[in-house]
């Protein structure tokens, strides 16, 4: 049973590491180094980042022993005569899927999280770190089409409200954003249609790879926990596939759609570039962990609130770099007319969320009833890692019975439903 002093813990831990992913990405994008031709250029290398990303999935594995290790001595001591015998609960499921095939179902949506964060570093490359994590908000608008599309879900007029407030916001950020280009005070941001539109793409790959997910992980008898780690190694064996492919294309990388031996280098002489990915790794790894330990701890609204803070500190923290400590760096970002637009957008777009997901409830439209507790869904790893903690599919995430990733994927642990108070009500707070 976990501590409010625990569950505290980990939601401060979730919402800083958060925020320094996408802080850190952006800072080793735009750091410089010495490469294979001698010049200091700029290190952007969004594959190898993506790489990064999958070593750090990979981290999680040693967490996931110890779990179980500390799951072994506590069964021990409460029946002494089991010694390392596995507690009824913790015997492998001999009805469904061998081990091997459910490491397999884990290979596809690890290609999709390949393409999609490669996708997004890209567009990152062009655009502001406030204006990357605001677009990500786009994820529920491709995955409500998807729903419709492949799962066969109903959405109701709720769901296609938020959508359209979600659309609406995005549209206003990304208005701001390339009227923002032309802005000469604005560092480093050329190029930012392009960057909007791939960082877009991005989103609608990242909302398929999470209804993938569901769809093959849902009822696979594997550790949420392990899965993240399965999936990093996953990346990890793709990532040495397509390295070779990408130093073979033709690109602006000195020749090569991505040169791995001017990264190498460049991380070899320079000692802040080896700093930032050892921060970034250790960073990526407690935001998976976290999320997982705190998704049934905190009620709807606190996912919201949790996400559009963290957005919010992105952007406070690239605002002061620019006017407190390097306003030649590209790292930071400027406050130019049209960041209003942008803040109006993100408003607009947090609305979207919550009405999507069923937090802010708007009078004289119909919401279903929600599931009963044993019908909870998978919460998906890359929908924690987006930000969402469940996914964005409906069906998935009712209102008063979210469960964890252990929960859902084990059947136990399930935590009392959410209150009606963790929903907004456009009539007022609920008493």
């Not at 604005?186 to 909007?196: D, E, M, R, Y």
């Not at 990346?235 to 190498?264: C, K, N, Q």
């Not at 930000?387 to 990733?405: L, M, T």
Request: contains cysteine; proline residues 6%.
């Amino acid at each position: 049973m976990k501590t409010k002093a625990w569950v505290v813990f980990a939601v401060l831990a979730l919402f800083v590491t958060g925020s320094a992913n996408t802080i850190l990405t952006k800072v080793l994008l735009t750091t410089k180094a010495v490469g294979e031709d001698g010049k200091a250029h700029l290190f952007q290398k969004p594959f190898f980042g993506t790489a990064n990303m999958f070593f750090a999935m990979c981290l999680v594995m040693p967490v996931y022993w110890c779990k179980g290790m500390a799951s072994k001595r506590q069964g021990a001591k409460m029946n002494p005569d089991l010694g390392d015998t596995l507690l009824p609960d913790q015997q492998p499921d001999k009805t469904g899927p061998s081990m091997a095939k459910q490491l397999l179902f884990v290979a596809p949506p690890s290609f999709f999280d390949l393409l999609s964060m490669g996708l997004m570093l890209i567009g990152m490359l062009y655009i502001p770190a406030s204006v990357w994590q605001m677009l990500r908000g786009a994820n529920i608008i491709f995955a409500a089409i998807l729903t419709v599309l492949i799962l066969r879900r109903r959405l109701y007029a709720f769901h296609w409200l938020g959508v359209a407030l979600a659309l609406l916001g995005v549209g206003l950020v990304s208005v701001a954003a390339l009227n923002s280009e032309h802005d000469t005070s604005q560092p480093g941001n050329k190029h930012a249609a392009f960057g909007v539109s791939i960082v877009l793409v991005a989103q609608a790959v990242q909302a398929a790879q999470i209804i993938l997910e569901e769809q093959l992980l849902n009822d696979l008898a594997m550790d949420p926990m392990l899965i993240v780690g399965v999936e990093g190694i996953w990346g990890l064996l793709f990532v040495a596939i397509i390295m070779p492919v990408l130093y073979l294309l033709p690109g602006h990388d000195h020749g090569h759609a991505e040169d791995s031996r001017d990264t190498a280098l460049m991380i070899k002489n320079n000692s802040l570039v080896q700093q930032v990915i050892l921060m970034y790794m250790v960073s990526v790894a407690t935001y998976n962990v976290s999320g997982m330990q705190v998704t049934s701890a905190l009620s709807g609204v606190m996912r919201v609130m949790l996400e559009a803070t963290r957005t919010l500190c992105v952007w406070l923290f690239t605002l002061a770099w620019h006017y407190l400590i390097d306003q030649s760096s590209p790292f930071g970002e400027t406050w130019t007319n049209w960041s209003y637009l942008q803040a109006l957008g993100f408003g607009v777009l947090i609305v979207g969320q919550g009405t999507y997901g069923q937090r802010i409830i708007w009078p004289g439209l119909y919401y279903p009833p929600p599931d009963p507790p044993a019908e909870a869904h998978f919460a998906s790893p890359s929908a924690i890692r987006a930000g969402a903690f469940a996914s964005p599919s409906p069906g998935v995430e009712r209102p008063g019975n979210f469960a964890s990733p252990g929960a859902a994927i084990g059947g136990r642990g399930m935590e009392e439903p959410e209150s009606p108070k963790s929903s907004l009500s456009l009539q007022g707070l609920e008493s």
